[in-house]
């Protein structure tokens, strides 16, 4: 079945350190993918969506391609600031069913930044 | 509402109580998502609505979950005979149309402790 792999966390960086975390997913057709994000003690905010292959969705300095050849959408910001120690995660959503749309996660990525 | 809203944002139930979440989307969105996310996992998929009708059910662990959504808007998951498993945060999303190239928009959550 359709399904995420997200990079082993926890991920520890320092402040203006380069970022990727890897994410590869499995998938009978050609989904839509995103990244989330999830701050400590809140719910989770769209980060960054790409709808087709070789599209780059980018928000807040982090970026993100959606490689079909690879099936891979990995993360990447080239700086990263103490304000993004959050988890991250990478999901795609179901196709088929009664519930298109309904997003399959990874298990999530814990980043923290230290100053 | 500006945003999802979840009540109450923290529950600690007895073993064998029953419980009652709520869930009020964005005014007018169409869809409507519980997920259920264990302590350090990704949020995992309960149950989808499209207006007042709950079209996947496939995620709810047991006959002892029930979600409700009478008229197209606000939406209650309950809870019947709790047991400490149930511990977790439960996520509601919400999105304007059905289909995968829409974001999600989440709450923030009520997280449930059985005890």
């Known amino acids: 079945g359709d399904s995420v792999t997200q990079m082993e966390g926890p991920v520890t960086l320092s402040e203006e350190a380069f970022l990727t975390i890897n994410c590869t997913y499995t998938?009978?057709?050609?989904?839509?993918l995103f990244w989330y994000v999830q701050y400590p003690g809140e719910g989770l905010q769209l980060l960054l969506k790409?709808?087709?292959?070789?599209d780059k969705g980018s928000n807040k300095g982090f970026e993100a391609t959606y490689r079909k050849e690879t099936t891979s959408f990995h993360l990447e910001k080239g700086s990263v600031q103490v304000s993004d120690s959050a988890v991250y995660f990478c999901?795609?959503?179901?196709?088929?069913?009664?519930?298109?749309?309904?997003?399959?996660f990874g298990k999530g990525t814990k980043l923290s930044v230290k100053p | 509402g500006a945003g999802v809203s979840q009540s109450p944002r923290y529950k600690v139930a007895k073993r064998g109580q029953d419980v009652a979440l709520r869930c009020d989307p964005i005014?007018?969105?169409?869809?409507l998502f519980w997920y259920q996310q264990a302590l350090g996992q990704g949020p995992e998929f309960l149950t989808y609505?499209?207006?007042?009708?709950?079209?996947?059910k496939s995620g709810l662990p047991s006959d002892r979950f029930f979600a409700e959504r009478p008229e197209g808007s606000v939406s209650t998951l309950k809870i019947q005979r709790t047991q400490q498993e149930d511990s977790a945060v439960y996520l509601c999303?919400?999105?304007?149309?059905?289909?995968?190239?829409?974001?999600?928009?989440f709450g923030s959550g009520t997280r449930l402790t059985v005890v």
């Open positions: 999303a919400s999105s304007p149309q059905t289909g995968t190239t829409y974001g999600y928009t």
């Open positions: 609505f499209q207006n007042e009708a709950q079209l996947d």
């Open positions: 999901a795609l959503p179901y196709l088929y069913g009664g519930s298109q749309g309904n997003l399959i």
């Open positions: 790409a709808t087709k292959a070789d």
């Open positions: 005014s007018g969105h169409v869809s």
């Open positions: 998938a009978t057709g050609y989904p839509s």
